[in-house]
């Protein structure tokens, strides 16, 4: 007959591996039986207290307990890209950039993560670093070259947008203006245009040239007009020359008119080529053909 003695293993707790869970008294060897099992408790008491005492003594406080020193000679393991806290997106734009998140983490973003700006600020950073000093711009009051403006955010994205859409097939515009005044303008002009401005005599279609009655150089010599060019002489004015030369102060007025896509090799963030002066490219379309005049 075997009855349960005693339970070595009290209730919700774990039991260990290789501990007895329990002890049954056999009526014919409950006194060895007991000597037997209470000599295994002993030796598995004296086998596993070194152990638990070297586990003890390895044992490492948390880094939010208030008792831990953090020792010098513990170095951190260091970060890898993929463990860095980021959204796919942004990973992707790392990657195609050849940008290291490790080198970026932690964020700006919540608990840590990397958001795209962290990634441009440093491609910024690192652009900076390669121009040397004396190429920087500096700010001069009048422009003499071509100036190149980094592009940001916005403008960026646009730019991306822009070139993406020169696959689909381009639109013209129109818009109307009200030249009534202008137009009412332009008999007085033509009366008012200089002598050395309009066409030779023999060039002229209409009746020749004839000197006034009173002529202002009689009283005393007057300077001598500059000399024009065959091109720059005309008989009358249009609307043309004044829009032309509205659309070019407007230009000057808004630099944005005046700039262009610098090109470059790289896959880098593109720049702005702004011009110090307005270039204009006018088409006539004529019978023949149509013709380009800048």
Request: glycine residues 4%; aromatic residues 4%.
């Amino acid at each position: 007959m075997r009855v349960v003695k005693d339970i070595l293993v009290t209730e919700g707790q774990v039991a260990k591996f290789g501990e007895g869970l329990c002890l049954i008294e056999v009526e014919e060897e409950a006194t060895s039986a007991a000597a037997d099992v209470s000599e295994q408790a002993e030796s598995a008491e004296k086998g596993s207290t070194p152990t638990a005492r070297q586990a003890q003594a390895e044992r490492r406080l948390h880094p939010l307990d208030p008792n831990h020193v953090s020792s010098p000679s513990q170095q951190e393991p260091p970060r890898l890209a993929a463990d860095a806290l980021a959204a796919p997106s942004v990973k992707h734009f790392a990657k195609k950039n050849e940008v290291d998140l490790s080198l970026i983490a932690p964020g700006s973003g919540k608990d840590g993560r990397i958001e795209k700006k962290d990634v441009e600020a440093y491609l910024t950073h690192l652009t900076l670093k390669e121009v040397p000093p004396q190429v920087q711009i500096k700010d001069v009051k009048e422009q003499t070259g071509d100036v190149i403006v980094e592009l940001g955010r916005t403008r960026y994205g646009m730019c991306k947008a822009m070139t993406k859409s020169l696959e689909i097939p381009t639109f013209g515009y129109t818009t109307s203006l009200d030249l009534t005044s202008l137009h009412n303008l332009l008999p007085i002009l033509n009366l008012s245009i200089p002598a050395h401005f309009l066409l030779p005599p023999s060039s002229q279609l209409t009746a020749p040239f004839k000197p006034p009655i009173v002529d202002p150089s009689a009283f005393y010599p007057t300077l001598s007009p500059p000399q024009i060019s065959e091109s720059g002489r005309y008989t009358k004015l249009s609307c043309l020359p004044f829009l032309l030369e509205t659309l070019s102060k407007a230009m000057i007025e808004w630099p944005i008119f005046r700039s262009s896509v610098t090109p470059s090799i790289t896959e880098r963030k593109p720049t702005l080529t702004l011009r110090p002066h307005a270039d204009i490219s006018l088409a006539l379309s004529t019978q023949q053909d149509c013709t380009l005049q800048r």
